[in-house]
């Protein structure tokens, strides 16, 4: 009887063995990151690229236990589908702007706030700030969504005609192109006329004379190739591009402590490589666009005070009714100081 015991012990304890060594190692954690466009897209690594140097440095900085997938092309759906699939959880990252945001956290518009930002370093300090860090915890409150950061979305935007644009006296009588009541705010305020057209029919809206101009940063500019319908640049710099790095709240917290700190320090690095790649593509862009043979008018000190004092108060009062406190606008305004 004792020997049968003994045997069978044996025997269950090598059938445990065997199943234990047949079995499939611990599944790894997988974060899936929904992209716009295609991989490898020109001019556009400062945000595809630095995805992927998200995706390089988690990796590395959980030794693979966090999987990053990349998905490109808008194959997981538009910005603001993929925003929604954040919040939900069935994907953990996605590059939604400040735009996509507004749908879900109307207080990102702050940061549009006409000539709120004299520079990409006073953007940078005040997003990399206390103010930007409690921004990013009330979105994280709000939406589920989790800021590791923000990011740079081309840079500061820039009027662009087929008319003359030098001055805010060129502005009336134009048709800009004007998405959003913010946008719309901003043409009416400069005397223009404003029309929505989507992003995928400005280019012929441009070409036929739906409308004569538009506004966006140089590098969106070039990679759509706007030059080939556009004459005049005025570089206004009236609003900056953000985007935010931002990831499942829920998904981050299932992390441990050691990927959650890997995953912050990707973030860190990913965020400077955009920003310094951000910057090389506009200047690039520009180049570009002057050797190409547009007119490309740098806005000078009287110039953006002009057109600050035309559209600020109208988006500002616009803006109040929109935000959780109007008071945001005054504690932006005192960050950037």
Same mark, same amino acid.
Request: overall charge positive; cysteine-free; charged content about 20%.
């Given at each position: 009887?004792? #020997?049968t ?9 090598a +059938?445990a063995l ?5 079995a499939?190692? #611990?599944a790894?954690?997988?974060?899936? &990151?929904?992209l716009?466009?295609p ?13 992927e ?13 966090? %999987?990053?997938d ?10 603001? /589908?993929? $925003? ?10 996605s590059?939604a ?5 507004a749908?879900?956290?109307?207080? &990102?518009q702050?940061?549009s ?9 006073t953007? @940078? ?9 409690k +921004?990013?915890?009330d979105?994280?409150?709000?939406t589920?969504?989790?800021v590791l950061?923000? @990011?740079e ?6 009027f662009s005609s087929?008319?003359p644009?030098?001055?805010v006296?060129d502005?009336?009588? #134009?048709?800009l ?7 719309? !705010?901003t043409?009416e305020?400069?005397?223009?006329s ?5 992003f995928n029919?400005?280019?012929?809206? +441009? ?6 101009? #538009? ?5 969106v500019?070039? +990679? =759509?190739k706007?030059?080939? =319908?556009? %004459?005049?640049?005025l570089l ?7 985007g ?7 998904f ?8 959650r700190?890997?995953? /912050?320090?990707?973030?860190a ?5 955009? *920003?310094?790649?951000?910057?090389q593509?506009?200047r690039e862009a $520009?180049?570009a ?5 547009m007119? =490309?008018t740098?806005? /000078?000190?009287?110039?953006r ?6 559209i600020?108060?109208? =988006?500002?009062? @616009?803006? !109040?009714s929109?935000?959780? *406190?109007?008071?945001? &606008? /005054?504690?932006?305004i005192?960050?950037? *100081?």
């Amino acid at each position: 009887m004792t #020997q049968t015991y003994a045997f069978t012990r044996r025997a269950l304890s090598a +059938l445990a063995l065997g199943l234990a060594l047949a079995a499939p190692a #611990q599944a790894e954690t997988v974060l899936k &990151i929904g992209l716009s466009l295609p991989q490898g897209a020109a001019g556009f690594d400062f945000v595809n690229g630095m995805y992927e140097r998200f995706k390089a440095e988690v990796e590395a900085g959980t030794q693979g236990s966090v %999987k990053v997938d990349l998905v490109y092309g808008g194959a997981l759906g538009n910005p603001n /589908d993929r $925003l929604s699939q954040v919040r939900r959880g069935t994907i953990q990252m996605s590059d939604a702007a400040d735009g996509n945001y507004a749908t879900v956290f109307p207080d &990102i518009q702050v940061l549009s706030l006409p000539y709120l930002f004299d520079s990409e370093a006073t953007a @940078w300090k005040v997003l990399d700030g206390p103010f930007g860090r409690k +921004l990013g915890e009330d979105l994280r409150a709000k939406t589920g969504i989790r800021v590791l950061g923000f @990011w740079e979305s081309g840079g500061f935007k820039h009027f662009s005609s087929n008319k003359p644009i030098r001055t805010v006296a060129d502005f009336p009588g #134009q048709k800009l192109r004007a998405i959003g009541p913010l946008a719309v !705010k901003t043409a009416e305020a400069l005397g223009a006329s404003a029309s929505p057209i989507a992003f995928n029919e400005l280019y012929t809206s +441009l070409k036929t004379g739906v409308v004569d101009g #538009q506004d966006n940063s140089v590098s969106v500019f070039r +990679l =759509v190739k706007l030059q080939e =319908v556009q %004459k005049h640049m005025l570089l206004s710099g009236h609003t900056y591009g953000v985007g935010v790095l931002g990831i499942n709240d829920a998904f981050y917290a299932r992390l441990s402590p050691a990927e959650r700190a890997a995953v /912050d320090a990707a973030g860190a690095k990913a965020l400077a490589y955009n *920003r310094q790649a951000s910057r090389q593509a506009e200047r690039e862009a $520009l180049d570009a666009l002057r050797s190409q043979g547009m007119t =490309v008018t740098v806005a /000078d000190a009287a110039t953006r005070a002009a057109i600050a004092q035309k559209i600020q108060g109208p =988006v500002a009062e @616009w803006l !109040k009714s929109q935000l959780s *406190r109007p008071t945001l &606008i /005054d504690e932006a305004i005192a960050a950037t *100081r």
